[in-house]
Nanobody
Framework: VQLQASGGGLVQAGGSLSLSCVASGSFFRAYAWGWFRQAPGKEREFVAAVSWSGRDTYYQDSVKGRSSISRDDAKNTVYLQMNTLKPEDTGVYYC??????????????????WGQGTLVTVSS
């Protein structure tokens, strides 16, 4: 599975971005999906995740209420819409695939395929 993330860029605080991650191959439906981010000098952290059906979503507390994750199985794409962006949202955003139903959707170690990342910079 190859993942291509896009949609990052430079945005002012209070603005919005929509990130996309397209997966190659025909196994998109076999995975649940997540977004993680890594700020300069910090460890990669969980941002949001969506289940196989798309009905269950999970968010880090700091983005809850201003972010939305979704999936489009017909387009092999997972999205992350982020609103009211803050400087602390700055980082490289990675999409990732999770294949084990029993794994923790919030845990970085649960994800087995990773995209290359897209940089989000939020200026104050």
């Amino acid at each position: 599975v190859q993942l291509q993330a896009s949609g990052g860029g430079l945005v002012q605080a209070g603005g919005s971005l929509s990130l996309s991650c397209v997966a190659s191959g025909s196994f998109f439906r076999a995975y649940a999906w997540g977004w993680f981010r890594q700020a300069p000098g910090k460890e990669r952290e969980f941002v949001a995740a969506v289940s196989w059906s798309g009905r269950d979503t999970y968010y880090q507390d700091s983005v809850k209420g201003r972010s939305s994750i979704s999936r489009d199985d017909a387009k092999n794409t997972v999205y992350l819409q982020m609103n009211t962006l803050k400087p602390e949202d700055t980082g490289v955003y990675y999409c990732a695939a999770r294949g084990d139903y029993n794994s923790d959707p919030l845990s970085l170690g649960s994800y087995i395929h990773w995209g290359q990342g897209t940089l989000v910079t939020v200026s104050s």
